[in-house]
C-alpha cells in the first residue's frame, strides 16, 4: 500500500491521502476581497485529489497585505467575498480546506511580484509597514514603524477576529504563517528583531508574540478543528534564525497543542544564499519531526510521485505539500494515486476520466447510458 495514500488524523478531521495544496499567494484580489480569480483557482485546485487545500496567505489587517493584491480576511466584505467560493468547493469537492491567516509586517506595501515586487511608498499609494523594529528588510528602503504594545494588541486581536471568520465560513483548519520573513518570522529572527523588552533579545523573549498568537488563535478554534504553523526552519544566514531554534520553536508549540508544523525556510533577508534541490527543506522537516515528534509537512521542491512517496514512507514527514507542482500539473494527486495504486475522490462529471489500466482510480464507481 502506498504510504502517500494512507490517511491521517489531525483532531477532528480525517484527510484521505498525505498531500497539502500548499497555500500560494494570487495577488489578485480586490481591497483583499476574493474574486473570479479565486474563484476559479480555489475550486480547480480543490479537486487535484491532495486531502487539503489550503488558502493562500490572508491578511487579518489590511495593512498586513504583501500587496494591494492579497486576500484579506479582516472584515465582512472579505469575509462575504469568500463565501459563495466555498459553498461552491463543498457541492463538488471531499478536500478539507484549510486557511493560512498572515501578516506581512516590514514585506508589505509591496508592489505585485510581476510589477517588480519591491515597496510602494505611501506617497504612490503604498502604506506603511509595520515590524517588530525600525529595520528594514532592503539596505535602501524607508524602516517599518515598530510595533508598540497597542500595535501589539491590535494585532493579536486581528488574528482571533480572522480567525472567528474563518470558523463562521466554515474552514476545516488553520495555518499560521510564521514563515518566509513575515511578522511571525521577523519576531523569531534575530536579523528583524532588535527590540530590548520582553519580545527581543532572547530566544525565549523572540519566541513570545508568535507563542502568544497560536495561543489566542488555539482559543478560539473549535477544539476539533486544527491549527497548524508554518515556519522558517533557517534564514540562510549566519547570526539569523537557525534549524535548533526552530526545534526549539517547535517544542513550545508541541507542548500547547499544535496540530502541525509546516517546514520551509528563508525569506528575512536578502542575503540569505539558498542551496536549491528537490526536496531541499525535507532534511529540515525531518529533523524538526524527530526531535517533537510533531505531525511534520515537508514542503519545497517536492514535485515528483516517487519522491514524495518515498518522504512519507521513510517517515522524514507526515505529509507533502506542494505550490508550482499543482500549479502546472492540477490533477497531481490523480496522477500520484495512479502511480502508487491510491485512490481519491472526484466528482461523478470526472468518474470518466481515468484511463483503463487506472480504471477504479476513484475507487467503486458505476456510468450507464441507454
Not at 520573513?181 to 528583524?192: D, E, M, N, R, V
Request: net charge neutral; hydrophobic share 40%; aromatic share 6%.
Amino acid at each position: 500500500m502506498s504510504a502517500l495514500f494512507t490517511p491521517i488524523q489531525l483532531r477532528g478531521l480525517t484527510l484521505a491521502n498525505r498531500v497539502m495544496v500548499a497555500p500560494m499567494c494570487q495577488y489578485s484580489a480586490d481591497d483583499g476581497e476574493a474574486n473570479d480569480w479565486h474563484f476559479t483557482h480555489i475550486n480547480s485546485l480543490a479537486l487535484s485529489g491532495a486531502a487539503m487545500f489550503c488558502i493562500e496567505a490572508t491578511g487579518v489587517e489590511a495593512i498586513g497585505r504583501i500587496t494591494p493584491g492579497c486576500l484579506g480576511l479582516w472584515n465582512d466584505a472579505t469575509e462575504a467575498a469568500l463565501k459563495p467560493i466555498l459553498a461552491s468547493v463543498r457541492k463538488r469537492s471531499k478536500t478539507a480546506v484549510a486557511i493560512q491567516l498572515a501578516h506581512a509586517g516590514r514585506k508589505a506595501s509591496s508592489s505585485r511580484p510581476w510589477d517588480g515586487g519591491q515597496l510602494i511608498p505611501p506617497a504612490q499609494g503604498g502604506w506603511q509597514p509595520v515590524g517588530p523594529s525600525a529595520v528594514q528588510q532592503k539596505d535602501d528602503e524607508a524602516p517599518p514603524l515598530a510595533l508598540d504594545e497597542t500595535g501589539l494588541a491590535r494585532i493579536r486581536d486581528a488574528f482571533v477576529a480572522s480567525a472567528q471568520r474563518a470558523m463562521r465560513l466554515g474552514i476545516d483548519a488553520v495555518e499560521l504563517h510564521g514563515a518566509h520573513g513575515y511578522l511571525l518570522h521577523q519576531f523569531l529572527s534575530p536579523i528583524s528583531n532588535r527590540r530590548t523588552d520582553q519580545y527581543g533579545g532572547s530566544l525565549q523573549n523572540r519566541m513570545r508574540f508568535p507563542l502568544e498568537i497560536y495561543d489566542a488563535v488555539r482559543a478560539v478554534v473549535p477544539a476539533d478543528k486544527p491549527v497548524g504553523m508554518k515556519v522558517s526552519a533557517t534564514d540562510w544566514v549566519e547570526g539569523g534564525w537557525d534549524l535548533p531554534q526552530a526545534i526549539e520553536l517547535a517544542t513550545e508549540l508541541k507542548k500547547r497543542g499544535l496540530d502541525w508544523i509546516d517546514v520551509s525556510s528563508g525569506g528575512v533577508s536578502p542575503k540569505q544564499k539558498i542551496t536549491l534541490g528537490p526536496g531541499y527543506q525535507v532534511p529540515m522537516a525531518e529533523a524538526i519531526k524527530k526531535a517533537t515528534g510533531l505531525t511534520t509537512i515537508a514542503v519545497g521542491l517536492i514535485t515528483d510521485v516517487r519522491q514524495a512517496e518515498d518522504i512519507i514512507a521513510s517517515g522524514k514527514a507526515d505529509m507533502v505539500a506542494l505550490a508550482r507542482g499543482m500549479l502546472y500539473d492540477p490533477r497531481w494527486g490523480w496522477h500520484a494515486a495512479a502511480a502508487l495504486g491510491g485512490h481519491v475522490a472526484a466528482p461523478p462529471p470526472y468518474w470518466r476520466a481515468p484511463p483503463h489500466e487506472h480504471k477504479d482510480l476513484f475507487g467503486t464507481t458505476s456510468f450507464g447510458a441507454r
